[in-house]
């Protein structure tokens, strides 16, 4: 639990950053989860998260880390994103069947973004963890 909070706080302290570029401040909420995104850097961002499954298995809670790619690519177009990273978090069993599975989750994701707006945009996500296998998401986006 220790972990989850250094993570926590390592989040809001980065929040503070003032930054340029790509990578910015947003809300990201889907089907099976929800993070809100700071930027430390003009192309990268860090992320407390929740998620889960469809099957309500699982509640993971923890941080994630995304690079984007768009500078790197030459994506000089802001109403795409492309972006990968890594995350980390703590998974809580949800399952009733006496079998504590509980578990630190470490994963990693790729993901694109597309905005329809200035300030609304669509995310589809593919990604996996240690304790959850295999995952994904899609959702809305929006800039704050």
Known sequence: MKKITLL???AFICSASSVFGQ???????GLIGANYEIPVSSDITIAPFAGTNLNLDWLTIGVRANYYFDNL???NDD???VY????????IDNRGNGN???DLD????????WFWNDKWGVYLEFGGGITQGASGGLGLTVKL
Do not use: Q
């Open 8 to 10: 926590f706080a390592f």
């Open 100 to 102: 504590d599975g509980s």
């Open 23 to 29: 990578a910015r401040k947003e809300l990201n909420f």
């Open 106 to 113: 470490i994963g990693l994701h790729v993901g694109g973004r």
């Open 73 to 75: 690519f030459e994506l």
């Open 84 to 91: 990968g990273g890594a995350g980390a978090g703590y998974a």
């Open 79 to 81: 109403a795409w994103d």
